[in-house]
């Protein structure tokens, strides 16, 4: 069983940033990746970005030049840097580990204010 520990979510202005953190009870390696997803009221929960076991990084189109995902040297933790953020940003933003499937954590709630 994979546990996944979200925390930086948070309230912030329009143009302003946050970074989410994503600690795994298990490394990176081996795996499919991990990555966010995020799930806004009324919405499908949909793709953010993620990063592969080898450090390739991939991000939708919607967050493309403004959000980073990355990871850090023990390979268990990724992070999201968040700049330039927008109202339509605001979401639960829920990390995944994918080993076959996917692994989801509790998520952690982004608002962004106009």
């Known amino acids: 069983q994979v546990q996944l520990v979200e925390s930086g979510g948070g309230l912030v202005q329009a143009g302003g940033s946050l970074r989410l953190s994503c600690a795994a009870s298990?490394?990176?390696?081996?795996?499919?990746?991990m990555g966010w997803h995020r799930q806004a009221p009324g919405k499908a929960r949909e793709f953010v970005a993620r990063?592969?076991?080898?450090?390739?990084?991939s991000y939708a189109e919607s967050v493309k030049g403004r959000f980073t995902i990355s990871r850090d040297s023990a390979e268990n933790t990724v992070y999201l840097q968040m700049n330039n953020l927008k109202p339509e940003d605001s979401a639960v933003y829920y990390c995944?580990?994918?080993?076959?499937?996917?692994?989801w954590g509790q998520g952690t709630q982004v608002t962004v204010s106009s």
């Open positions: 995944n580990l994918v080993i076959g499937t996917y692994y």
């Open positions: 990063v592969t076991s080898d450090g390739i990084a």
């Open positions: 298990r490394s990176i390696v081996g795996t499919n990746g």
